[in-house]
């Protein structure tokens, strides 16, 4: 009798070890690129490692996309090339004005994530947009406290702005830490979007701290192929390749 309850505490113990590594191996940080410019959508694809893509209203005006139509074009275009989620921002700042853009924007293709300002209005809009089946991004997150409404709303993405706030002296990573702390307590779904990623090392500080996407420059992604020895190694194998067959 006590040698099959040990073997039956053995089996129960591999399973739920076998289980952790599942789960852990299930969660993989997503890359998403901040911008709206088509070319570098495409490259970034190219590289095989997109996952989807972020916009605002200052990144369209910087590609010139002007009036509600092209902008709705641009979208329909980008979305055209990624296989993964496009934050589209609502402009409006009224509850009535949010959702009535959230929902043009969420027509345009099953892709669309409506971007909601984390504010008063924004939260209600989020909730409304949950219960219809509408996903959420809620951006401009600067605290645990926003990020806790918006995941209570049921935003699908909440975006901590991580250089913004180092740029006021105040630990962008940390509060990336905080919230996903906060959501695995409370077992939150909204997903950690960590955004105003400013360099390489935001992008590992975020990873470190379990944040689910991080959405940043394509300069950014491809500083992380970046190092000084994988360069010297390469060229000493080439030279001597080159050394023995001419």
């Known amino acids: 009798m006590l040698t099959l309850c040990l073997s039956l505490l053995l089996l129960i113990t591999n399973n739920s070890n076998n289980s952790q590594i599942t789960d852990k191996k299930e969660k993989v940080m997503k890359f998403f690129i901040d911008t709206a410019n088509l070319e570098q959508i495409r490259e970034a694809n190219a590289l095989g490692v997109l996952d989807g893509v972020t916009?605002?209203?200052?990144?369209?005006?910087?590609?010139?996309?002007?009036?509600?139509?092209?902008?709705?074009?641009?979208?329909?275009?980008?979305?055209?090339?990624?296989?993964?989620?496009?934050?589209?921002?609502?402009?409006?700042?009224?509850?009535?004005?949010?959702?009535?853009?959230?929902?043009?924007?969420?027509?345009?293709?099953?892709?669309?994530?409506?971007?909601?300002?984390c504010i008063e209005d924004g939260i209600k809009a989020i909730k409304y947009f949950s219960n219809k089946g509408i996903r959420t991004n809620c951006t401009l997150v600067f605290s645990a406290g926003q990020a806790l409404l918006a995941a209570k709303a049921g935003a699908t993405y909440v975006s901590p702005f991580v250089g913004r706030l180092d740029d006021i002296c105040n630990d962008g990573v940390g509060l990336v830490a905080q919230i996903v702390e906060l959501y695995q307590t409370y077992d939150y779904k909204t997903q950690v979007l960590a955004a105003s990623i400013r360099n390489t090392l935001h992008i590992l500080q975020c990873a470190e701290v379990g944040a689910d996407v991080v959405t940043c420059s394509l300069s950014a992604i491809k500083g992380l192929l970046n190092h000084p020895l994988t360069d010297i190694g390469l060229e000493k194998f080439l030279a001597d390749y080159k050394k023995v067959n001419g």
């Open 55 to 117: 916009t605002n209203p200052s990144l369209m005006a910087k590609e010139g996309i002007k009036g509600v139509e092209n902008q709705h074009k641009h979208y329909i275009e980008i979305c055209n090339i990624v296989d993964g989620d496009v934050s589209a921002e609502v402009i409006a700042t009224n509850y009535e004005g949010m959702i009535k853009e959230g929902e043009e924007l969420a027509a345009l293709n099953p892709h669309i994530v409506v971007k909601v300002p």
